[in-house]
């Protein structure tokens, strides 16, 4: 089983509805990511989280929200969607050896559609 | 502001050539460094690292970067392709927290 899942796969939704995007990992790691990917820009962050009460925005955090559960789970929402969020989103985990030089370990991405 | 660049956004060679994958890092402080893979249709896997002492770093897949302080580099390279090598490739950098910034991407074609 993968380490760190993501659900959906694929979504295509509508603009200004509410979606929802679920991470969940099994690696025991405190500090989770949200990231988007365009074609051309590479990776930006979202949202990041180093334990269950402790969340950050990221570089790129507006229109999104995130929400904690558990130190598993990690949740990504768009309140109302618009078309310029269409992108592939990857969820991330880390756990902490050193500052700065932590691998992360990515979940396989939703590819999100927004009309 | 910190930032990466990865110079070509695709690069293509013949099985059996030599890969070589840019990235240079605009920073007075060296940062840590990072080389990911993208293979189609999945997330990112660590290719390898550089955080501190010997600077020639081996990663999986036979794959090995070199930091050179003097150049801003990490460029990425491979003696000899396989058509398994065909992904995309992202360079990153952290400074002293646990943030990745993200290079552009290069996406890799090898051809037969």
């Known amino acids: 089983d993968a380490d760190v899942t993501q659900t959906p796969r694929n979504r295509i939704t509508k603009t200004g509805k509410r979606i929802m995007l679920e991470c969940s990992q099994t690696?025991?790691?405190?500090?989770m990511y949200w990231y988007r990917q365009d074609p051309g820009l590479g990776l930006r962050l979202i949202y990041y989280?180093?334990?269950?009460?402790?969340?950050n925005k990221g570089e790129i955090s507006d229109g999104y929200s995130v929400s904690r559960q558990a130190q598993a789970k990690f949740s990504l929402s768009l309140e109302s969607a618009i078309p310029n969020q269409t992108a592939l989103y990857f969820c991330a985990t880390s756990d902490l050896i050193g500052t700065g030089t932590d691998t992360q370990y990515f979940g396989p991405g939703t590819r999100l559609t927004v009309l | 502001a910190q930032s990466v660049t990865q110079l070509g956004s695709h690069v293509s060679v013949s099985e059996g050539a030599l890969v070589l994958l840019r990235c240079n890092y605009s920073?007075?402080?060296?940062?840590?460094l990072f080389w990911y893979v993208q293979y189609p249709n999945q997330g990112l896997q660590l290719l390898l690292k550089y955080t501190t002492g010997a600077t020639l770093v081996k990663g999986i897949n036979g794959f090995e970067a070199e930091f050179k302080k003097s150049e801003t580099s990490f460029h990425l390279t491979k003696p000899s392709a396989h058509m398994s090598d065909a992904a995309e490739y992202f360079c990153?950098?952290?400074?002293?927290?646990?943030?990745?910034?993200f290079g552009t991407g290069t996406r890799l074609q090898v051809f037969p």
């Open positions: 989280s180093f334990d269950v009460k402790d969340i």
């Open positions: 920073s007075s402080v060296p940062p840590y």
């Open positions: 690696k025991g790691h405190d500090r």
């Open positions: 990153a950098v952290s400074y002293n927290t646990d943030k990745l910034i």
